[in-house]
Nanobody, 123 residues
Framework: QVQLEESGGALAQAGGSLKLSCAASGFTFDDYAIGWFRQAPGKEREGVLCINSSYGTTYYADSVKGRFTISRDNAKNTAYLQMNSLKPEDTAVYYC????????????????WGQGTQVTVSS
């Protein structure tokens, strides 16, 4: 079955960096897009970034442009979210997700989800 497992969440200082990983199994990783989402306390889940099967990227959140990047290593069945210049408002549980699609879909069109990893940014 499809499994997605996030790791790398931690407590970070404002202005610092973190790199999250999303390890995938149970499907042909190379053939599908992967997205990153986040949910802050008391807020709805929002899309952050997506990478398609051809390594093209789509930003869902304008607030992370210039600070966050997404990448994938198909040999390791793993996607990454590099987060730089962190701000306290980046504090959230971060999820990776996979759509049944090679392209990056609209944020509500994802089919499989990981359990999430906590990122806390202190000021």
């Amino acid at each position: 079955q499809v499994q997605l497992e996030e790791s790398g969440g931690a407590l970070a200082q404002a202005g610092g960096s973190l790199k999250l990983s999303c390890a995938a199994s149970g499907f042909t990783f190379d053939d599908y897009a992967i997205g990153w989402f986040r949910q802050a306390p008391g807020k709805e889940r929002e899309g952050v970034l997506c990478i398609n099967s051809s390594y093209g990227t789509t930003y869902y959140a304008d607030s992370v442009k210039g600070r966050f990047t997404i990448s994938r290593d198909n040999a390791k069945n793993t996607a990454y979210l590099q987060m730089n210049s962190l701000k306290p408002e980046d504090t959230a549980v971060y999820y990776c997700a996979a759509p049944w699609d090679r392209s990056c879909p609209r944020p509500y069109e994802y089919d499989y989800w990981g359990q999430g990893t906590q990122v806390t940014v202190s000021s």
